[in-house]
């Protein structure tokens, strides 16, 4: 399995996921608890306050950036960036990262069975089902998070740091204006941000222990007795 060079430190990005799993779930032990429930209300008032026509605008278009409309089409033409950057192992990575990521957060939101909330503030888009945690966070976490740091592995500094950085605001403002749109509880948020860099770094850190595995086989395979003859 070959590649561009690897940045990171499998062992780091191991302990990033481990530290945002262990995040994941006490924000939903919290949630099923109900400790967060007064401080999720409250939030959701706060973010009100900001409300405007424009703000409205702003923040349907941001929404509108994670919605599935959306960001397979651009998760698909990122895909199609990286294989042309990297290679076909980093796209094949990135596609099955996100796919799999699409489940992975079904599967949370079916398990832990939080409702959206109601009579709170105005619902301002069509969600439905459950809330936690929010699948447009986590997902553009993944999309365009996780396709920032793959897609620039063979960039310089200054660039890399420039697309992870507008990478992890697009995902705050999406998370934002969820919230806004009275569409999720701040914790749904939160628990999506934690999950969302979970996934992220896990994958990351698989595919370069299997890489780093590949690349050691035939250095092994070269000081075998059995291969000199």
């Not at 990297?86 to 699409?102: H, K, P």
Request: charged content about 10%.
């Amino acid at each position: 399995m070959s590649g561009p060079p690897l940045r990171h430190s499998p062992r780091a990005l191991t302990i990033c996921a481990v530290l945002c799993t262990a995040g994941f779930v006490i924000t939903a032990a919290l949630v099923l608890l109900g400790p967060f429930a007064a401080d999720d209300r409250a939030g959701i008032l706060a973010v009100r306050t900001l409300a405007s026509p424009g703000m409205t605008t702003a923040m349907i278009a941001a929404s509108s950036i994670a919605h599935g409309k959306l960001s397979i089409p651009l998760a698909l033409i990122l895909a199609a960036l990286i294989y042309r950057l990297n290679g076909r192992d980093d796209a094949v990575l990135y596609t099955v990262a996100c796919l799999a990521g699409e489940a992975l957060y079904i599967t949370l939101k079916e398990v832990i069975r939080q409702h959206r909330p109601t009579r709170i503030s105005p619902k301002l888009t069509d969600a439905g089902g459950f809330s936690f945690p929010s699948g447009h966070t986590m997902m553009a976490v993944v999309i365009f998070g996780l396709g920032a740091v793959i897609a620039t592995r063979r960039a310089s500094s200054g660039v890399r740091i420039a697309a992870i950085a507008a990478a992890g605001l697009l995902a705050l403002v999406v998370g934002l204006s969820r919230i806004y749109l009275g569409a999720h509880w701040p914790s749904d948020v939160i628990g999506a941000l934690f999950a969302g860099i979970a996934w992220s770094a896990a994958c990351l850190a698989w595919d370069i222990r299997a890489r780093n595995a590949a690349n050691a086989r035939p250095a092994t395979g070269a000081q075998s007795p059995y291969n000199s003859a």
